[in-house]
């Protein structure tokens, strides 16, 4: 004890309540360890393991793409042509599938660019002319509606020109 009465010294934590603390740390870091051993990729990469990998055919895959919305623009067609749709609608409806094909094709953002973006950046000439030609003075004027059927015939030289 101390000379003033009333203070006493600081507890002192004996040396099991360190191991202790030491112990838990000890298995949090091996559990941690575990958990990286059996989440880890069971091969190895080597050339040999690259080479021997199946060989994806990117030709087929823009086939396939192109096919897809070429499709897409058929259904939007006869959606109009069949009196489903109103012009604005179709053409509406083209700009999306459009700018979709794009970021499908190439990763490239399309569908929330504005059309003085898509020019700044330098896009494909026959998205800009799609663009500007049929679907922005369909969609945004209230003047001026295009004739959808003309609309896909530029979504189709979009789908199929598309680098």
């Known amino acids: 004890m101390s000379d003033i009465e009333g ?13 202790l603390a030491f112990g838990v740390i000890a298995l949090v870091i091996l559990a941690g360890i575990v958990v990286l051993w059996a989440t880890r990729p ?12 199946p060989d994806v055919n990117g030709d087929l895959i823009t086939a396939a793409l192109r096919a ?13 042509t ?7 609608e179709a053409n509406r409806r083209l700009s999306r ?4 094909f794009v970021q499908d094709y190439s990763g490239f953002e399309a569908p929330v660019l504005g059309l003085n973006d898509l020019i700044e950046l330098g896009v494909h000439p026959a998205l800009i002319d799609a663009m500007q030609r049929h679907y922005y003075p369909s969609i945004f004027r209230s003047d001026m509606i295009i004739d959808p059927i003309a609309g896909v015939a530029a979504g189709r030289q979009v789908v199929t020109s598309w680098y």
């Open 68 to 80: 897809e919305y070429l499709e897409r623009l058929r259904v939007v067609e006869q959606a109009y």
């Open 7 to 19: 203070l006493y010294p600081p507890a002192q934590y004996g040396w099991g309540w360190l191991l």
């Open 97 to 100: 599938e459009v700018r979709s």
């Open 42 to 53: 069971r091969y190895k990469l080597t050339k040999e393991t690259i080479a021997a990998a």
């Open 82 to 88: 069949a009196g489903d749709i109103d012009a604005r």
